[in-house]
């Protein structure tokens, strides 16, 4: 029987089929092929002896969080606690392009006092690379219509760092999912980290992922696929004076032409480039 992986508990697996949860077992021999089942894995099973058989093969699949074959990329920030940074939705969204995964920004907590003038430089300076951004509260649900009607037919794994409100938005989508939700802690200056497992919710003809938050900047991008994978850099990438130029010292530069003629945004070179700093190098290089 096929069957879809929802969730994985304590070696068990959630497999979905036909409207109905069994909870299986990997085949042993998986183990020595080296295959791992997870999440969002379409599988063949047996429904009597509840062992998955077969693991069908992924349009997609990322590490950060563990999941196969979502069709789209819901970046979370809030406004506030923890406060929107620019230097980790670019790096995100790097993160999507580089598995080829399209990826919309959504933005909570606007009930909470914030700044008018950082929403709007939020939204232009994303607007700028053709990524949507969605403004919402979770509690009050403004916004929140807008943001259903993104899920609808589509594999959606939502991602973000711990407390930014990723179960909470799920929540405020269906209350019935009831998704548990931390606290954010002042004294660490972070969420607790409440969702500790990846779990697939059917929504829309689609499903929604709840995945466990990141604390920082957990995702090591290399330097190289900075270069290639920037949001907005991505199709300039081979096409300055060096090959290999990761758009930092290079001479004849065109992304820091862009930039100079203001085609880039400062803000987006500017994390760029501190993204870059913190990045380690993929192959060794010959400097220039
Ligand atoms: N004021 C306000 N608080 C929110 C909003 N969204 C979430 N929160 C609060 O933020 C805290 C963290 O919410 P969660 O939904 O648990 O965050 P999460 O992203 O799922 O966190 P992890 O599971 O740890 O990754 C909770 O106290 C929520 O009540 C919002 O739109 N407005
Ligand atoms: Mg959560
Ligand atoms: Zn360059």
Redesign the pocket.
Known sequence: MKGLIVAITCGLYAIEAEGVIYKCKPRGIFRNQGIKPVVGDNIEFDPNELVIENVYPRTSSLKRPLIANISQIIL?FSLKEPDFSYLLAFKYLTYANMHDIKAKLVI??I??EHDKKLINEIKETFASINVETYF????TKEGLEEVKALFKDEVSCIM?Q???????LINAIDSNYERA????SMALGR?????KEVILLPYQGGYIADT??FSSLELNLYKEDLAAFYPGFTNLYNKCYFADCLHLSENRCLVKEKVHNGEISNLAYECYKKLSEEAIFKKERYSK
Do not use: R
């Not at 919402?136 to 509690?139: G, P, Q």
């Not at 711990?162 to 909470?168: A, C, I, L, N, R």
């Not at 969420?191 to 969702?195: A, D, E, F, R």
């Open positions: 979370v909570t907590k009930d909470k919402i509260s979770n509690k973000g711990t407390g930014v409100g990723k179960s909470s939700v931390g606290e954010y969420g607790k980290h409440q969702t466990p938050g």
